[in-house]
């Protein structure tokens, strides 16, 4: 399943082992996926078909897998386990080269960390902000990659930052979510919770909704970092909500796809039980919640009504899934665990293309 990435601290002490898992995006009609193998392809949104892939050379490979990836100021971000985060950018001739001149660089620039890049960049006009497992968030000049601030934290930083005005929000496996000057790195609060935070937090009307490895669903006060409410689920929260029309959307590994209600304390008001562990985030396109699944072998695909959490439509992968999916327009662009990218109609489930990348 790729390259074993190390042991996660759960709140109750447990060590379990994980392993690597494609990123995702589409960004003007083109989807990116990193893959296991250490690949960054482009493949066009409407047919699947290969653009480019770096490294450029299709017998070459990076020496460790690539990881999230992230858009903006034209270009592409994507991480690494090689403690690097690169910016590429995809209207560069050389990605469609046959073969690279000597010392020829096809990367905008790198940032080096002193331990792998694991989360996605949050990307704010001409800055962008970044955790490493080398347990720092970083600030970056988005068009030079160099460094502005960092901000060192209790433990390895998994989780993409939110942005919001003049501050960011981020999480770490040390259990806090922070709150940082977004200018300087300068910590407003912190707030702990009961376990490893891996994911990013959602930030609506002034709240922050974010998921923990204690199995617990926060609501946080984003100006005070004071706790407003939780709600339990049945084991750890890996991925980060969704929230539309008064509801955040939340998976769990216990299976399970809860929708509370931001009004009323995080009441529940419906769950759905998917039948295996859902470690990725949920997708939301107009009234259609999408999910993934991983069962250790295969994988499905979910089509449930945003309202009543009623199954529409589902399809099975063939390796499961830990990526959130993407919805752009009326396609639904799913990646599995080998990076294997599918496109399926949003209303029906039907698919489009798939494109499987080489071993």
């Not at 066009?44 to 490979?61: F, I, L, M, N, R």
């Not at 903006?72 to 690097?84: D, H």
């Not at 800055?127 to 433990?155: E, F, K, P, Q």
Request: aromatic residues 10%.
């Amino acid at each position: 399943m790729g390259l074993a990435l190390a042991s996660v601290l759960s709140g109750c002490g447990t060590i379990v082992p994980t392993s690597t898992w494609p990123g995702l995006i589409v960004a003007g009609g083109v989807v990116y996926v990193t893959t296991p193998q250490g690949k960054l392809y482009a493949l066009s949104a409407e047919t699947g078909a290969q653009q480019w892939e770096y490294p450029v050379k299709a017998d070459q490979k990076a020496p460790k897998p690539f990881t999230a990836l992230a858009a903006g100021e034209g270009l592409i971000y994507v991480g690494s386990f090689e403690n690097k985060l690169l910016a590429v950018d995809p209207t560069n001739s050389l990605l469609r080269a046959s073969d690279l001149p000597k010392d020829a660089t096809v990367e905008k620039w790198k940032f080096d960390a002193k331990d792998a890049v694991v989360g996605a960049p949050a990307v704010d006009g001409k800055r962008l902000y970044v955790g490493s497992s080398d347990r720092n968030v970083y600030a970056l000049d988005a068009t030079n990659g160099s460094m502005l601030w960092n901000y060192t934290t209790g433990h390895w930083v998994w989780a993409t930052p939110t942005v919001a005005s003049s501050r960011i929000y981020v999480g770490s496996l040390d259990h806090n979510l922070y709150s940082l000057d977004a200018a300087t790195g300068q910590m407003n609060w912190k707030f702990e919770a009961g376990g490893a935070i891996a994911s990013q937090a959602a930030l609506q009307d002034g709240v922050l909704y974010f998921g923990a490895l204690d199995g617990k669903v926060y609501a946080v006060d984003a100006e005070r970092g004071e706790k407003l409410w939780e709600f339990s689920t049945g084991n750890w929260v890996w991925s980060e909500p969704v929230i539309a029309d008064g509801t955040v959307f939340v998976t769990s590994i216990d299976h399970k796809v809860y929708a509370l209600d931001t009004q009323n304390k995080g009441a529940k008001v419906w769950e759905f039980d998917a039948g295996n562990p859902i470690r990725a985030g949920a997708a939301l396109g107009d009234k259609t919640l999408y999910v993934v699944t991983d069962s250790g072998t295969t994988g499905e695909v979910l089509a449930l009504d945003a309202a009543t959490g009623k199954p529409q439509w589902k399809k099975t992968l063939p390796k499961g899934s830990l990526t959130t999916p993407v919805v752009a327009e009326d396609v639904l662009y799913v990646a599995d665990l080998d990076g294997r990218v599918t496109a399926f109609k949003r209303a029906s489930g039907l698919e489009l293309w798939t494109f499987t990348p080489r071993k």
